[in-house]
């Protein structure tokens, strides 16, 4: 029986090596290019910014020229980040129109990709479109990210540190994340146009903390106000206390919405956890 990796055809490449990428594009003959690829952990980018400027500023501007070259038909479909909006002074639902303030090496480095994918759509007429997805969950194997490390963590009986108790955020399943790029892909009306992806499902992470407790019925320690013994050490003043998008335009054009509830989705990510540990 023929499944989809049946149909996966792996050509591999160096985003930092504008050569290797053009190479890739010129032999794949896209109809889409959907440009993932990304060094994502924030934390690690204050000791050693250098790999993400590499990879996540000068990866896209080698894509965007080489697809400019070698595909000038097809569409780009570039994964941002709502840590571009960085520190901002309202607490209120971030708008795609509001000025763009980094607060880490590696928001700068996707705020630069960012803007320069946007400058291509209007200077070189590329055709793309650039999302802007809040903080997914749903990986597993993955406990890099807090609600990952805050549910393996506590499947294993371990202690938890949630440095931040207070912060805002809002979080997305992954489905609705992958649905967001494909309802992009199939629509003229995203093309050369910008959109936050997000739910709308603001939660501090005490209260994402106290779910997941509840959903696993942790009886274990939960340290507020402070990070791992191992965690990285990084400016105690760069983490913005507030990152919610305002998702109406995603919602309004392109006809997107979430489908999956908090509580539904950390019972998924829960029960996929369950199956490794």
Not at 85 to 105: D, V
Not at 157 to 175: I, K, L, Q
Request: glycine content about 6%; proline content about 7%.
């Amino acid at each position: 029986m023929s499944t989809v990796l049946d149909k996966v055809h792996l050509i591999e490449g160096d985003l930092a090596a504008y050569h290797s990428v053009r190479s890739a594009i010129s032999s794949a003959k896209p109809q889409f290019v959907l440009h993932l690829g990304a060094l994502t952990p924030v934390r690690l980018s204050f000791e050693d910014p250098f790999p993400y400027i590499s990879v996540n500023y000068e990866g896209t501007v080698n894509i965007v020229h080489a697809m400019l070259e070698s595909a000038p038909k097809s569409r780009l479909i570039y994964a941002s980040t709502a840590e571009v909006y960085g520190w901002q002074r309202r607490r209120r639902p971030f708008k795609e129109t509001m000025t763009l303030n980094p607060a880490s090496p590696y928001a700068v480095s996707k705020e630069a990709a960012d803007q320069y994918a946007r400058r291509a759509m209007r200077v070189y007429g590329l055709n793309a479109t650039v999302l802007r997805p809040i903080n997914t969950y749903g990986r597993r194997g993955e406990r890099g990210f807090l609600v990952e490390y805050l549910v393996s963590s506590m499947l294993r009986h371990e202690t938890c540190y949630v440095g931040a108790p207070e912060s805002v955020r809002d979080y997305m399943f992954v489905d609705d994340h992958v649905n967001a790029y494909v309802i992009a892909m199939e629509s003229v009306k995203a093309n050369r146009r910008v959109f936050n992806v997000s739910p709308g499902n603001p939660l501090t992470n005490r209260e994402l903390t106290e779910i997941s407790s509840k959903i696993i019925g942790f009886g274990g320690k939960i340290v507020y106000g402070s990070y791992p013994p191992s965690y990285p050490q990084r400016p105690a003043t760069w983490d913005p206390d507030y990152l919610v998008l305002d998702g109406s335009r995603i919602r309004d054009v392109l006809g997107w919405k979430p489908t999956v509830k908090p509580e539904e989705g950390l019972m998924k990510t829960v029960e996929s956890w369950k199956m490794i540990i």
